[in-house]
T-cell receptor
Framework: SQQGEEDPQALSIQEGENATMNCSYK?????LQWYRQNSGRGLVHLIL?????REKHSGRLRVTLDTSKKSSSLLITASRAADTASYFC??????????????FGTGTQLKVEL | DTGVSQDPRHKITKRGQNVTFRCDPI?????LYWYRQTLGQGPEFLTY????????KSRLLSDRFSAERPKGSFSTLEIQRTEQGDSAMYLC?????????????FGPGTRLTVL
């Protein structure tokens, strides 16, 4: 079953604009991760934020985490056509042996137009 | 770049047939995962190996599904007596233990179509 949902389900913006996607989840987490998926490169890890962190940056990406509201947001600044993809948040629960079970949301389809 | 590879990339089969998929993880990665993704949804966890030991299985993994990682390197996922509901993308991921976090690197997936 899906952990939560991303909002919006679809987003269309112009190149150069910022894109914000939100993710809600249901259970306690060890960390939350964001992934990008497109037909060309499959599912690619973007950024990880631990449960004791509130904000994290990586290049043009900014992620926030609010564990009290069980929500996260991903901001992509100065978007490019190459950012067109589906974006998923995934919460991680620790498994036996220390692995992480990722539970993905339903995704946001981002389209960046020239 | 030796990322995660999966074979075949596409498989079309008739209902009732058995299929087997292979995953080759990044060479030094000791953890391996299988996920399934249906159209319009995010991936769902199926099972997890640490080295050759299968440590976790989802309830999604019915008795028609079996996964192995015999020497702690490549893994196979077999589906027996396929059903139309098995049609999905099957994704493999691998990771290397670094503290409590576990960045998983995904392969391109095997798209299964059951007719």
């Amino acid at each position: 079953s899906q952990q939560g949902e991303e909002d919006p389900q679809a987003l269309s913006i112009q190149e150069g604009e910022n894109a914000t996607m939100n993710c809600s989840y249901k259970t306690s987490i060890n960390n939350l991760q964001w992934y990008r998926q497109n037909s060309g490169r499959g599912l690619v890890h973007l950024i990880l934020i631990r449960s004791n962190e509130r904000e994290k940056h990586s290049g043009r990406l900014r992620v926030t985490l609010d564990t009290s509201k069980k929500s996260s947001s991903l901001l992509i600044t100065a978007s490019r056509a190459a950012d067109t993809a589906s974006y998923f948040c995934a919460t991680a629960a620790i498994l036996t042996g220390g692995g992480n079970k990722l539970t993905f949301g339903t995704g946001t389809q981002l389209k960046v137009e020239l | 770049d030796t990322g995660v590879s999966q074979d075949p990339r596409h498989k079309i089969t008739k209902r009732g047939q058995n299929v087997t998929f292979r995953c080759d993880p990044i060479s030094e990665h000791n953890r391996l995962y299988w996920y399934r993704q249906t159209l319009g949804q995010g991936p769902e966890f199926l099972t997890y190996f640490q080295n050759e030991a299968q440590l976790e299985k989802s309830r999604l993994l019915s008795d028609r599904f079996s996964a192995e990682r015999p020497k702690g390197s490549f893994s196979t996922l077999e589906i027996q007596r396929t059903e139309q509901g098995d049609s999905a993308m099957y994704l493999c991921a691998s990771s290397l233990r670094r503290g409590s976090t576990d960045t998983q690197y995904f392969g391109p997936g095997t798209r299964l179509t059951v007719l």
